[in-house]
């Protein structure tokens, strides 16, 4: 059921072809319906009429037949009926269509109203108010109604025709009804019914079959630009449409395979551009490296020797100092990006336990230093992945340096946990958290909350950290809330494992 839902969602062809087969049923069932209530009362009609005038000349007959009769002895009467009936329904080779019923004389009380008939006709297949017409009224009536043989269960539509006689001898009145079976109509109806039914079952199976062709041919150039589209977006820019023709299609093609060329050579001079801009960053940082080291040794001397200089110059060889070292930490994070741009970072794998670094954390000297107490969750157990050692520390570090720079909190909180296919590791703080769309954007390149109040932070921390992660396979992600804290969770697959679900959810979330 849902495979066929999904079918239904998911494939135009299938919606054009059903729809267009339902619709054509409905169409075809009402035609249908229509021609065969048209052809049924036309077979009734034609049918009455024939009917109609038999009888008339039937009655006629009986009549003459009563008119003829003097005698009023019953038996001789009765006698003089039965002949009657007889010769009426005598049909000289042929098949009889009809069946008789005589009722009368209809003054006999005694007894009942004695009745004659041709065949053991069940009493229901006279229809009662047709009887009281008849008796009533002198005329000819007619209805439609069921003919049904006594100890037959067959019942076959049928056209009743009656009228009163009268036999002037003894002034008695009869009633007599010819039953006209409608079995030859009912089987040419039946006919009709299953030619209709087969016909149009065959008509709705072929527009079902135009429509699929027809979609087919519509819908094939879309699915092939569809894959394109896909192998496009997969990073596959060489695809293109094969244009056959001049028709619409052709034309989609030819304006598919254009936007495709000029997207190509957009992203072609996008990447030049972006590989010159990496070139330049890394070509400067490593041009600034030698001068660098000679200026920092430099300002060594004279930051040593500040003891001796006048307050004045003993401060600027402080500040030197400082921004220097600074210099020299944001030179060596732009080198250390311009490898992950270059895609020259490699990873040197060994076991590490994550568990074990988020110990060794709550002893770092920096958190001392800033008077942070340090809570740990979950380290008590072995967390083994495949990593490098050197970045993850890196990662870390940086975290638990950033909850001690910026987030003012007094606490914070190193959580472990795995579950199958990763470990995770959460640095949690209690301080100013993050606001909006912080969690996403301490991410970027050179952003800092503040950057006034940044204390000498270069805003590419967490932008290596995120680099490091991604290049595990991992993820680092971040959350907050303004004033209650902010919680970044670290997340590495374990081997042959994901980290498409980390394995701490985080309180701030
Ligand atoms: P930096 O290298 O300057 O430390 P990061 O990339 O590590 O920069 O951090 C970027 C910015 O994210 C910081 O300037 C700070 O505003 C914000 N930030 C990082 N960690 C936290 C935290 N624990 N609480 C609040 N803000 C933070």
Redesign the pocket.
């Known amino acids: 059921m849902r495979s066929l839902t999904s079918i239904w969602r998911r494939s135009i062809q299938a919606r054009v072809v059903t729809s267009t087969i339902v619709l054509s049923a409905l169409v075809i069932s009402l035609t249908g319906w229509a021609l065969l209530r048209d052809v049924a009362s036309g077979l009734a009609d034609s049918r009455r009429v024939a009917a109609i005038s038999e009888a008339r000349s039937g009655f006629k007959y009986a009549q003459t037949q009563l008119d003829a009769t003097v005698e009023t002895e019953p038996a001789m009467q009765s006698q003089t009926l039965t002949q009657m009936v007889d010769s009426l329904t005598s049909s000289r080779g042929a098949k009889r269509t009809y069946e008789l019923v005589l009722e009368g004389p209809l003054s006999a009380t005694d007894s009942g109203v004695p009745t004659r008939s041709s065949a053991a006709i069940t009493p229901g297949s006279l229809p009662a108010d047709l009887t009281t017409a008849v008796k009533d009224r002198p005329g000819t009536y007619w209805r439609y109604s069921n003919l049904a043989l006594l100890g037959s269960a067959a019942r076959d539509p049928a056209v009743v025709v009656g009228s009163q006689l009268r036999a002037p001898g003894s002034g008695d009145t009869y009633a007599l009804f010819y039953l006209f079976s409608m079995e030859n109509q009912q089987s040419t109806l039946d006919l009709v019914r299953r030619a209709l039914l087969l016909g149009g079952l065959a008509m709705v199976l072929m527009v079902g079959g135009v429509a699929w062709l027809v979609s087919r041919q519509v819908l094939d150039p879309v699915r092939m630009a569809r894959r394109i589209a896909e192998r496009y977006a997969s990073g596959n820019l060489e695809q293109r449409m094969h244009v056959r023709g001049e028709d619409d299609i052709a034309r989609l093609s030819t304006s598919f395979n254009q936007m495709a060329a000029s997207l190509q050579s957009q992203i072609r001079r996008l990447e030049n551009l972006s590989r010159l801009q990496q070139r330049f960053v890394s070509d400067v940082s490593h041009e600034l490296r030698t001068p660098l080291t000679t200026v920092q040794m430099a300002s060594e001397i004279l930051f040593d020797a500040r003891e001796t200089f006048d307050p004045q110059t003993s401060r600027s060889a402080e500040l030197l100092k400082g921004e220097l070292d600074r210099f020299e930490a944001l030179l060596t994070?732009l080198l250390d990006l311009s490898r992950f741009d270059a895609g020259a970072a490699r990873l040197e794998l060994d076991t590490v336990d994550l568990a074990q670094i988020a110990r060794q954390s709550a002893d770092d000297a920096l958190l001392a230093r800033n008077g942070i107490a340090v809570r740990l969750i979950g380290a008590d157990q072995p967390a083994i992945v495949e990593a490098d050692i050197r970045r993850i520390d890196r990662i870390v570090r940086?975290?638990l340096?950033?909850?001690a720079?910026?987030?003012g909190?007094a606490g914070i909180e190193i959580e472990v946990s795995q579950n199958e296919q990763c470990v995770s590791l959460a640095?949690r703080?209690h301080?100013?958290?993050?606001a909006g769309d912080?969690n996403l954007?301490?991410?970027d390149r050179f952003?800092?909350?503040?950057?006034a109040r940044?204390q000498?932070?270069?805003?590419?921390?967490?932008?290596?950290?995120r680099e490091d992660a991604s290049l595990h396979g991992g993820t680092l992600l971040?959350w907050?809330r303004p004033g209650e804290?902010?919680e970044?969770v670290l997340t590495i697959p374990k081997p042959e494992g994901t980290a498409t679900r980390p394995a701490i959810v985080s309180v701030y979330a």
Request: no cysteine; charged share 15%; hydrophobic share 40%.
């Open positions: 994070d940086n975290l340096a950033n909850a720079k910026y987030s909190s640095v703080d301080g100013i958290g993050l912080e954007r301490v991410f952003w800092r909350a503040d950057p940044a000498g932070g270069t805003g590419l921390g967490l932008a290596i950290s971040a907050g804290g902010s970044f």
